[in-house]
């Protein structure tokens, strides 16, 4: 089992940042970024091996940057540059096998969500 809390949400205006924060009962192997906005299907943002390697959806690269420290047992995702097209509520996940992807099914721990709100 792995518990996981969200933090770090709030309003901005566009061109804004947040950080957001995951922490968790522990960090496992591909620790990941989702979100969902009313009327959408949840779509993957980033995710991190325990390695470091990263993978980011295309509409955030170069904005956002995923990150971990494994002695916290917490997880981040720095966002820059937000846009109105941000706004969702963003959970963070935690796989439970050794493939590592954005797709959802590969996710069987999840937080409760933080929800971020960009004004334009």
């Known amino acids: 089992q792995v518990q996981l809390v969200e933090s770090g949400g709030g309003s901005v205006q566009a061109g804004g940042s947040l950080r957001l924060s995951c922490s968790a009962s522990?960090?496992?192997?591909?620790m990941a970024w989702f979100r969902q906005a009313p009327g959408k299907e949840r779509e993957g943002v980033a995710r991190i091996t325990s390695y470091g390697t990263t993978t980011y959806a295309d509409s955030v690269k170069g904005r956002f940057t995923i990150s971990r420290d494994d002695a916290k047992n917490t997880l981040y995702l720095q966002m820059n540059s937000l846009k109105p097209e941000d706004t969702a509520m963003y959970h963070c996940?935690?796989?439970?096998?050794?493939?590592?992807?954005?797709?959802?099914?590969?996710?069987?721990?999840w937080g409760q969500g933080t929800q971020v709100t960009v004004s334009s």
């Open positions: 996940a935690a796989g439970s096998a050794s493939i590592c992807s954005l797709a959802a099914n590969y996710y069987n721990y």
């Open positions: 522990r960090l496992v192997y591909c």
